[in-house]
């Protein structure tokens, strides 16, 4: 038996501050890190959607992963993202996590080319490859289905391959497709499979089938709401506090989401260079951010701490 | 003045050989390289679409390209494809590309995040810091436009707004919509910039246009008889020599259009290994390669010389 390090709760894509030259900044990604986990985050996601991840360069992301564990984070709570288009890219991404430590990695399918050139056969072959050349049986995979992004995502009938052919390595998905009845379906149809719906607006729903918790984006700035639902899922007041959290995350992703989540924390930190995104994102302004934090502190009781 | 490098006539986006341990090839690669030189191309665009070059990981593409250029080939007609997601992973290929005196690069817009969050403005900034990062007088640009795969493209005003900003830099595009009308707005929208369209069908028509002639993938199969419509463009058999060229287009693209290619050159170069290609790809039967090459030696006259 091997000491199982499945992932629960609520883990947070960790946004990416990049100082005013655009490089990547150290010293608050940590900050940021210790304020998410203060703040009730059960885990850390590094390298998501969220995180601009797939702006950073393969150095980049392997350095950033080394700072952040150098704080003193437990690596067996941290699950960074390491899928990308090409297999040695991935393989050399997911080695280093493993290799420091990390309790899964989240794997983005390749996705440059696209169906129908591209079969479940052929990412089922991508996968395996990646698998054996990484060769660690500490390995553990999360996928990460998120097709509007993507555009490439796994079927049921893919899982349910890769769970067959690695079964103590590819242990959970991360399901961002927006679709109650995909998610749905792969926690029912896989039993025991840690699956985690990528939106907060499907933590209540998704508890009650059998999920293992969220990977969600506001996370990063509602991370004490989001958490408080998790804790009290069975409790009388859960769906008054997923009514809650919903609301939240819809007034937030009426904007581009990751732009105004860090324009958001500009204004809480009071510091200007969290509104740096790389490109090819826009920052959003300060003034945008500052109405919103008003409208969530009015209207749903949101108040963001600052770090 | 600068010495003026620009690419024209029949360019291939040179097919990536794997050995059957899935690493690339170079032994084939320089083989193919010269084969595809001999039969009539003016140039090499390693590392496109067709090159699975996002199959490839950034030190393959570093290393193939070396392995390349030390065969002995012109370097100022090689335009490498160089752009990734990440600006420091598209401007260390550049950078690579540049110093081994590279005529041109052949770059796509960062493909993972997409409209509406990803913006002109910011696919400008992308741009930009690539070439300010790279800051090197020697680099020269083509913009890789082929929306049907990365789904990012680029706009006729971002076009606009780059080559005013770095009129010396960004001196071309490809373009792999398949649209006609896209290919001859930017023609005659941009007298001076070098126009490849992506698809040897649209040869003769940018050609009388002021069209630079084409970088494609069939020009790894095909090189002589596009090369033959290139050279005789304004001659009386110029239609029925696009008339050939486009039917031999129609029906290898009728499948996958790399899995083919590269089962074709297999059965000619009695060479299996040509056939592997990297997932997510799925490999080709030689047998439907022999029947598509059968049906192209009689209806099109179009007969595959060994390499």
Same mark, same amino acid.
């Given at each position: 038996m091997t000491t199982e390090t499945r992932f629960k709760g609520v883990i947070s894509p960790m946004l990416t501050p990049f100082g005013d030259d655009n490089n990547p900044d150290l010293p608050r990604y940590r900050e940021h890190a210790a304020w998410l986990l203060r703040e009730g985050c059960t885990g850390l996601a590094p390298f998501g959607t969220t995180s601009e991840a797939n702006s950073? =360069? @393969?150095?980049?992301? !392997?350095?950033?992963?080394?700072?952040?564990?150098?704080?003193?984070? &437990? +690596?067996?709570?941290? !699950? +960074?993202?390491?899928?990308?288009?090409?297999?040695? &890219?991935?393989?050399?991404?997911?080695?280093?996590?493993?290799?420091? =430590?990390?309790?899964?990695?989240? !794997? @983005?399918? %390749? *996705? $440059? $080319?696209?169906? %129908?050139?591209?079969?479940? &056969?052929?990412? *089922?072959?991508? *996968?395996?490859?990646?698998?054996?050349?990484?060769? &660690?049986?500490? @390995?553990r995979i999360y996928l990460y289905h998120i097709p509007p992004v993507a555009q490439v995502g796994f079927s049921l009938d893919l899982i349910g391959r890769l769970i067959e052919a690695y079964p103590e390595t590819v242990v959970g998905l991360k399901d961002s497709s927006g679709d109650w009845n995909n998610i749905k379906s792969i926690i029912q149809g896989f039993p025991g499979f840690t699956v985690f719906p990528g939106s907060e607006i499907f933590l209540l729903d998704g508890l009650r089938l059998g999920g293992a918790g969220t990977i969600t984006a506001p996370a990063n700035v509602n991370p004490g709401a989001i958490r408080r639902l998790y804790d009290n899922w069975q409790s009388a007041e859960a769906e008054e506090l997923q009514a809650g959290v919903t609301a939240t995350r819809k007034a937030i992703q009426a904007y581009p989401i990751v732009p105004i989540m860090k324009a958001m924390l500009a204004v809480t930190r009071s510091d200007p260079v969290w509104r740096n995104v790389r490109p090819p994102f826009s920052p959003m302004d300060e003034a945008t951010a500052r109405k919103l934090l008003d409208e969530l502190a009015e209207s749903h009781g949101m108040t963001l701490e600052p770090a």
């Open positions: 950073l =360069g @393969l150095d980049e992301r !392997m350095s950033l992963l080394e700072g952040l564990l150098e704080s003193g984070i &437990d +690596p067996q709570i941290v !699950m +960074p993202g390491t899928g990308c288009c090409a297999i040695p &890219d991935t393989a050399r991404l997911t080695e280093h996590a493993v290799r420091l =430590g990390c309790g899964g990695v989240l !794997m @983005l399918p %390749p *996705f $440059y $080319y696209k169906a %129908p050139v591209v079969s479940d &056969d052929g990412l *089922f072959r991508h *996968f395996a490859e990646v698998i054996e050349r990484v060769g &660690d049986a500490r @390995l």
